[in-house]
T-cell receptor, first 110, second 113 residues
Framework: AQRVTQPEKLLSVFKGAPVELKCNYS??????LFWYVQYSRQRLQLLLR??SRESIKGFTADLNKGETSFHLKKPFAQEEDSAMYYC????????????FGAGTQVVVTP | NAGVMQNPRHLVRRRGQEARLRCSPM?????VYWYRQLPEEGLKFMVY????????ESGMPKERFSAEFPKEGPSILRIQQVVRGDSAAYFC???????????FGPGTRLTVL
């Protein structure tokens, strides 16, 4: 069963505009949620995880257990934010096994 | 620290041959994970290993696929008698003991002719 859903395959925004990438999950326990990013010709790298509650490169994400969501937001998109973004879930009883969404391609145009 | 290393980066095999994919974790990392990515899809978990132990292989196909992480040397993902449907990008990740943050390698792109 698909645990992580990213409804948008492609998100095109103008530089300076806000950007929000949606991520919904299905899991009734206590999940750990991550956002990974893959820039062009680079490897997949962690952007942020919900337990650290940090803002990285201007991005934030809040875990909403009521809505089972972990949307990624940035108030002012930059051209260097153009990349592929993956939401991932780790279930409490399957530590180490990350379940990824299909990914959202973000294109920021000047 | 060179990061997670995978080789080869590209591998071409004919149907029925064996494919061996190697992964060297980051220095100090004792946990290794393998994922597969089919075109237009996200990464799918295959197997989680610690040194000399398979912790979770719930994502491994029942036949032809095996993985190991020996006491010395890299982790190996082996696919026997490859078929066209095995064509995909295979990613390895590693993490230190007690931390769920996984660091990914560049991947191996397997093409089966």
């Amino acid at each position: 069963a698909q645990r992580v859903t990213q409804p948008e395959k492609l998100l095109s925004v103008f530089k300076g505009a806000p950007v929000e990438l949606k991520c919904n999950y299905s899991y009734s326990g206590s999940p750990e949620l991550f956002w990974y990013v893959q820039y062009s010709r680079q490897r997949l790298q962690l952007l942020l995880r919900h337990i650290s509650r940090e803002s990285i490169k201007g991005f934030t994400a809040d875990l909403n257990k009521g809505e089972t969501s972990f949307h990624l937001k940035k108030p002012f998109a930059q051209e260097e934010d153009s990349a592929m973004y993956y939401c991932a879930l780790s279930e409490g009883d399957s530590w180490g096994k990350l379940q990824f969404g299909a990914g959202t391609q973000v294109v920021v145009t000047p | 620290n060179a990061g997670v290393m995978q080789n080869p980066r590209h591998l071409v095999r004919r149907r029925g041959q064996e494919a061996r994919l190697r992964c060297s974790p980051m220095k100090g990392h004792s946990h290794v994970y393998w994922y597969r990515q089919l075109p237009e899809e996200g990464l799918k978990f295959m197997v989680y290993l610690q040194k000399e132990n398979i912790i979770d292989e719930s994502g491994m196909p029942k036949e032809r696929f095996s993985a190991e992480f020996p006491k010395e040397g890299p982790s190996i993902l082996r696919i026997q008698q490859v078929v066209r449907g095995d064509s995909a990008a295979y990613f390895c990740a590693s993490s230190p003991q007690g931390d769920n943050e996984q660091f990914f390698g560049p991947g191996t792109r397997l093409t089966v002719l």
